[in-house]
């Protein structure tokens, strides 16, 4: 079975954020990731992660939707070498940024992306942390964004060519924009550094809906993964406790 991290942000939210660390460590989760590190007091966090024995599996980049991958070098760079700065208080090596929104019909924001990455590929090397790219939906939750392909971000992962920049592979998204989950994550799972997942439609528990979660971590495992998957949904429940303990139990089967 699969390392299992869970993103704190969206579970557990009648607690203490940083309460919800040692309630994931409790339930058996191996790692936690959260969203913006530029909100958050990430000593602390750090901290009580050491303590409760997870890890901090990912984060984003600080500002997580006003630094993104078309905008001029310098100015991205800088939120980026921040934001390293931040994970090291919490021994975290990995983050995520964003494409940003489309412009317009051309493609001219992929050739920005690509460069952009080259040159981040230098300093993640450098401070050997990963960073990711994540399509994400245009159709539901996030209109207008640029990067709604897996397979543009593939593409633009073969061109950049580094060992340090890779995608999360978040398999709500692309299943609402494209499916074909399991014979893309056999092909591409040297590209994939970290899943996140939920149930297709609504975002929630991920044994409702039209994915069988089981059978895709059984793929990737078969592939060769042995990274994390990340847990990212809205609990359907009023009784989030209940709900990931359900979530948990159907990912064990």
């Given amino acids: 079975m699969l390392n299992l991290s869970l993103n704190i942000e969206p579970v557990l939210t009648d607690i203490d954020f940083y309460d919800r660390i040692k309630v994931a460590a409790e339930l058996g989760f191996s790692a936690i990731e959260f969203w913006d590190s530029e909100v958050k007091d990430v000593k602390k966090l750090g901290r009580i992660a050491r303590e409760c024995n997870v890890k901090v599996a990912m984060c984003t980049i600080n500002g ?42 051309s493609d001219s924001q992929k050739n920005i992306i690509i460069e952009n990455l080259k040159r981040l590929a230098e300093v993640a090397e450098k401070e050997n942390v990963m960073i990711n790219i994540e399509p994400l939906n245009s159709l539901v939750e996030c209109k207008g964004h640029y990067l709604d392909s897996q397979y543009k971000g593939f593409e633009i992962i ?15 998204h692309i299943q609402v924009m494209e499916g074909n989950i399991i014979d893309s994550i056999k092909r591409n799972i040297d590209l994939i550094s970290h899943f996140h997942s939920a ?19 059984k793929a990737a495992e078969g ?8 847990v990212e949904y809205w609990p359907s429940y009023e009784d989030h406790m209940k709900s990931l303990k359900e979530v948990l139990q159907y990912l064990r089967k």
């Fill in 199 to 217: 149930g297709v439609p609504g975002r929630n528990e991920l044994f409702l809906g039209e994915n069988d979660y089981v059978n895709i971590i």
């Fill in 158 to 172: 073969k061109c950049v060519n580094s060992p340090y920049i890779r995608m999360v592979y978040d398999i709500y």
């Fill in 223 to 230: 592939a060769g993964y042995n990274g994390y998957f990340g």
């Fill in 64 to 105: 997580i939707f006003k630094y993104v991958l078309d905008q001029p070098y310098p100015v991205l760079s800088k939120a980026v070498d921040q934001t390293i700065d931040l994970m090291k208080e919490m021994d975290c090596g990995a983050m995520i940024i964003f494409s940003g929104d489309a412009e317009g019909k």
